[in-house]
DNA sequence: TTTAACTAAATGACTGGTCAGTTAGTTAAA
DNA sequence: TTTAACTAACTGACCAGTCATTTAGTTAAA
């Protein structure tokens, strides 16, 4: 209702070079990850983040731009010490992922986190720049980093001795399951509340089946400690 | 240059209206995986199917309902014996999942049967009724059903007490992680030849691994058996 | 301290191409 | 000859990318 009484009326704009491709970023992201690439529209973006569809082509050359920048800004800082912290392991792999665990679905239970991988898993066909990216900063130094891990450990007679490239699609797997039913076909586990992926007792669950599966056959060195269950 | 001899030259078209709709579902499966549904021109699908662009809308009132009639068509035959059989199973799980993993994997090895939940996966956040008509029919039969499975075998004391909802997740999570890693990344576990996914090894892995972590603990009935070792 | 000259951030109307869906006309087949 | 399957040209909406213009903010002379 009332004008503000100083004389001078709010600016159409303010110019502020440096926060505009973030937030840009941000909002394509989440429009990318709502209604797809093709579906969302420049002029989109640009009004949810506060500025004309004109100013996104002043810090984006192109709408395919955008969404690999995307991409570079979310791989950038990911991985890095936890690979060489797994990658340096010797001893039961199983210490390791039981530590690992939480910390991971912690990451991927931000919705901000998991719109990347989404997102590239999407467009990945219409866009193998983002494929690519994702696998030689992500996934191809996570992947070698675990199947390391089952080596030693299965050198160490830690566990038993299985093919390690599948062991560790074994112990990622259930992880995707989980989180692609609940995303795209909203298939939740029972629950009191609604819309709970109940993470600690997926994990719970998938770390009692995979680490009594692992353990080593009687005639493998390190048997002599007892089984742990339960 | 020259003209056939024969006075009537072949005619520009046939009516061949049965053969139609199956035959533009087909072309437009092949397209929609490829590029996506959005680059995916309608004309593109005539021309594969060998029609014109026009002769796509006598048999569908619009692209979106090309792509619905596709996955309806797919849907409609997948489940049942097997959810049946499964959902009537007494004993230990282990030996029905042993019989049914092959045959799974075997009929995702067809590029057109996975091809739909590939489809349906990428399509769903902006066609919802794909992800519904998937869970209706596929999805939200086949899981109870296991999940049924495992529930008696945990009654029966054949396998160790897990969070069955969790459980389920376990079992078909590694397939997913593995073909996604494969398709979307182009990651494919170590072998001679190329492109190879090496499905028995990642079935006879995952099962080992699996039905070691099923194992029910002493204290529970069953336990009398001598476990099953690699 | 004021203000005029200047820089560059930002706008928004416009363009050219693309493509879903329509329709008038053509042709195979009964 | 009739009919309906089919074609091909057409239309109108949509949208990525451009650019002439406007405006916020900065600098320096008075």
């Given at each position: 209702m009332s004008e503000d009484t100083t004389p001078e009326a709010a600016p159409?704009?303010?110019?502020?070079k440096e926060a505009r491709p973030d937030e840009i970023l941000d909002a394509a992201l989440d429009l990318f990850v709502e209604k797809g690439f093709d579906r969302t529209r420049v002029e989109e973006i640009a009004t949810r983040a506060g500025v004309s569809k004109g100013a996104v082509y002043l810090y984006f050359s192109s709408k395919d731009a955008v969404i690999e920048a995307l991409v570079d800004r979310a791989v950038?800082?990911?991985?890095g010490e936890v690979v060489d912290q797994i990658g340096g392991f010797k001893g039961d792999p199983r210490e390791i992922l039981r530590q690992i665990a939480p910390l991971f679905m912690a990451r991927m239970s931000d919705p901000r986190v998991l719109a990347v991988p989404k997102l590239v898993i999407r467009e990945a066909p219409t866009h193998p720049k983002l494929a690519t990216m994702y696998r030689e900063r992500v996934i191809g130094r996570a992947l070698p980093a675990l199947v390391a891990l089952f080596r030693q450990g299965m050198e160490g007679g830690?566990?038993?001795?299985?093919d390690p490239d599948m062991a560790v699609r074994c112990v990622l797997g259930p992880f995707l399951m989980h989180v692609l039913l609940a995303d795209v076909f909203d298939i939740w586990p029972d629950?009191?509340?609604?819309?709970?992926?109940?993470i600690p007792d997926l994990i719970d669950t998938h770390l009692t089946l995979l680490f009594a599966g692992l353990e080593p056959l009687s005639t493998d060195p390190h048997t002599e400690k007892e089984p742990q269950n339960g």
């Open positions: 159409k704009f303010r110019r502020r950038g800082v990911i991985v830690y566990i038993r001795e299985v629950s009191d509340r609604p819309k709970d992926l109940r």
